[in-house]
């Protein structure tokens, strides 16, 4: 085959290829298929059971929606964001929970101290607190994770100690509008807004209050402090509760503080005893003394009344003393006589001027006999 031969074959036109004709109906057709599709796909939306639907339109809130399936203007003319409303949720603050349950973990400082975390949970700390993780060691990882915790629970008390406070806020979407658009970070507010609130009641009270006999009033002073605030920037979150968890002095002088704490134990224990004697013994003094005073009263009353008697007595036989006072005077000698004779067990009888010193016999009135 010579040169020019080829050139002229290049120079040909390829053979043609039929293909079929498509009509501008049917591209029409295809058009609004994918339209009603897309549609359809993008107007169906569905709320779960336990939140409510905010739909907004070009981006403006249009309306709030119940859960169950519902339709919304399609193509991103309008958005549906649910919202947990009835789902209860947590903060916490000086620790994290890793897996909640029978076999529950928890990540704290003296976990990381333990070296019982993974480097997997300590990034998910430190991302969740919004700092951007970046390749590190695991040890660099623990020290990072520790800061941050430590900004949470370490706390001044307002007599100037050093407390740790690890604590959990509960709350509840109460309006799913105010929620999404009253505020740019909820989560965040939150944490910030609980920190306040926990630092300033924790700096107006002395750390037995903290640690010890003020943890139930520091709860509920917190939850209405902390509702109050959030209240006042109309997040719409509502404080189901505020819990500490613990609240203990630093670790390097813990041992000491616990030390101080068991005596003012055993001085607790010690007063609640003396208070139980004390209990116990003062009704039964009360008893005795007011049954003393009832019987000197009742003894008073029997001696006047005897007095009274005796007083009587005289009188009558006094105004017969007056009459005859011999007779009266013989009568009382020997009814006294008559009384006080039995008593004696020897008696003589001494006859005045007689013989042999006036001694005449020996009487034993007792027993009605005489001897000589």
Do not use: C
């Amino acid at each position: 085959m010579e040169l020019r031969d080829i050139f002229n074959r290049m120079q040909q036109q390829p053979p043609r290829i039929n293909y079929p004709t498509v009509g501008w109906k049917w591209i029409v057709v295809a058009a609004v298929i994918v339209a009603v599709v897309g549609g359809l796909k993008t107007s169906v939306y569905t709320v779960p059971t336990d939140s409510a639907g905010v739909v907004q339109r070009f981006g403006r809130y249009n309306r709030t929606t119940e859960p169950g399936i519902h339709l919304k203007m399609p193509l991103g003319i309008e958005e549906a964001v649910p919202v947990p409303v009835k789902k209860v949720q947590k903060e916490e603050f000086g620790f994290r929970t890793l897996k909640a349950g029978v076999d529950t973990r928890y990540l704290g400082a003296e976990e990381i101290d333990a070296r019982r975390s993974n480097p997997e949970d300590l990034m998910r700390l430190i991302s969740e607190s919004g700092e951007r993780v970046s390749r590190s060691t695991t040890s660099e990882l623990a020290e990072r994770a520790k800061e941050i915790l430590r900004g949470e629970y370490v706390m001044l008390t307002g007599d100037l100690n050093i407390t740790d406070v690890e604590w959990i806020v509960q709350y509840l979407i109460k309006d799913a509008r105010s929620y999404l658009f009253n505020i740019r970070e909820p989560r965040q507010t939150i944490r910030d807004a609980s920190q306040a609130v926990m630092r300033q009641l924790i700096g107006n009270g002395s750390v037995d209050e903290a640690i010890t006999i003020g943890r139930i009033e520091y709860e509920v002073s917190a939850k209405e402090a902390l509702q109050k605030l959030l209240d006042e920037y109309e997040t719409g979150i509502h404080i189901v509760t505020v819990k500490l968890q613990s609240s203990n002095p630093p670790q390097k002088v813990r041992p000491a503080f616990n030390e101080v704490n068991k005596a003012l134990q055993q001085k607790e224990t010690r007063i609640n005893e003396a208070m139980k004697t004390y209990n116990e013994a003062v009704p039964k003094s009360k008893g005795e003394a007011k049954k003393a005073i009832e019987t000197a009263k009742g003894y008073a009353a029997e001696r006047v009344n005897e007095a009274l008697g005796d007083i009587a007595k005289f009188e009558k036989i006094y105004t017969e003393y007056i009459k005859a006072p011999d007779i009266t005077r013989q009568r009382m000698y020997l009814e006294t006589m008559s009384k006080v004779l039995p008593l004696i067990p020897e008696k003589w009888i001494i006859e005045q001027g007689g013989a042999e010193g006036g001694i005449l016999m020996k009487l034993d009135l007792v027993g009605n006999k005489s001897s000589d």
